[in-house]
């Protein structure tokens, strides 16, 4: 079968197609023929080595977004059966420490994840254990569940686990074209809040709008979080939901009521920003991390999903897994709107 193999770090052109062996199931493991598999910031990441900050082990087969269909269990496995529609969850960890049994498995000291140091999904089949694979809800498609995968868990985790987001508030979202952002739209408009959102040109603004939020703000004129605080008559926004770091949080804060709460996930335009702790306190705002998300969490998202209670992920491009290097370039223009997939 056929992967694409990243053998050492680079640009695009290290991504190359390759045979290689069938994997086969051990003990409490599946085979799952992958229909479809995200492309993610973080595979781009993976691949430029980015301050070795993710351990990549080489060679890998990146990617692990992965909707499909299992093909084959070994021993150990019931519940889940040849032909089932499944999303493979990309945390591996060993199930039985009590950070696991919290839910917590990123603190487990058996943590890997798919496509970083466990093989990943630019791929035609993948194994895995069962206890990873989620049965699909009948109408969620297989892109709809790549597409959708670690991005809503994210913005679940951090909209409701770590920002306590309740019905009514005001919600900033920046960049509402990245995968996060459409995620956080979506969930944050299914909670009944109002949803601002940034966006950096006229084509992804309206999309923004398509896609129900009641503002589209341009991020790239000095001065939007000033915008952004008109749109609320003065007050200011209760909850910013961020993964663009530097470039996006002094506006943002300024676009903050006062007790307001701005939580991110990532910091893709770059890790430091200057602070006023003065204005911190005196205004009460608190800033929130929030990483990944719980098993329950993911569980919730694909009901949710399948009841048609929230919108599916705005959808960029479906590419065959030769092109897995022009789908990371699409990724790393920006010029996309939603989430790009590979369909091996
Ligand atoms: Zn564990």
Redesign the pocket.
């Known amino acids: 079968m056929r992967a694409v193999v990243m053998r050492e770090h680079g640009g695009p052109e290290v991504l190359r197609v390759e045979e290689v062996s069938e994997p086969a199931p051990g003990y409490g493991e599946a085979v799952v023929r992958v229909a479809a598999v995200a492309v993610n910031r973080l595979d781009l990441w993976v691949r430029e080595d980015v301050g070795h900050a993710y351990g990549a082990t080489l060679p890998i087969v990146p990617g692990y977004d992965v909707a499909g269909e299992v093909v084959e269990v070994g021993e150990g496995v019931d519940g889940i059966a040849a032909g089932d529609p499944v999303y493979v969850h990309y945390d591996f960890?060993?199930?039985?420490?009590p950070?696991?049994l919290e839910g917590d498995?990123a603190a487990?000291?058996?943590?890997g994840v798919m496509g970083v140091n466990r093989p990943g999904g630019y791929v035609e089949r993948i194994v895995a254990p069962a206890r990873n694979l989620f049965a699909l809800p009948e109408p969620v498609s297989f892109e709809t569940a790549a597409a959708a995968g670690s991005v809503y868990l994210t913005a679940y985790h951090m909209l409701f686990a770590r920002a306590g987001l309740e019905a009514g508030e005001t919600v900033l979202v920046t960049a509402a074209g990245s995968g996060v952002g459409g995620a956080a739209i979506a969930l944050a408009r299914f909670a009944g809040a109002r949803v601002i959102a940034t966006a950096s040109s006229a084509e992804k603004r309206e999309r923004a709008l398509d896609a129900g939020v009641d503002h589209a703000v341009d991020y790239t004129q000095p001065g939007w979080g000033q915008d952004v605080r008109r749109l609320t008559g003065g007050r200011g926004v209760d909850l910013v939901v961020d993964h663009v770091g530097a470039a996006a949080v002094p506006e943002a804060l300024t676009a903050l009521a006062n007790t307001g709460r701005i939580v991110f996930c990532g910091a893709s335009s770059g890790p430091r920003v200057e602070l006023d702790l003065i204005d911190l306190f005196a205004r009460q705002i608190s800033l929130i991390g929030s990483s990944d998300g719980s098993r329950r969490e993911l569980w919730e998202v694909f009901r949710l999903l399948g009841e048609g209670l929230i919108d599916p992920p705005a959808i960029e491009a479906v590419l065959p897994l030769h092109e897995a290097a022009k789908a990371q370039e699409l990724l790393a223009t920006r010029a996309h709107y939603g989430r790009v997939l590979l369909a091996p």
Do not use: H, I, K, T
């Open positions: 960890s060993c199930g039985r420490c950070y696991c498995e487990c000291a058996e943590y």
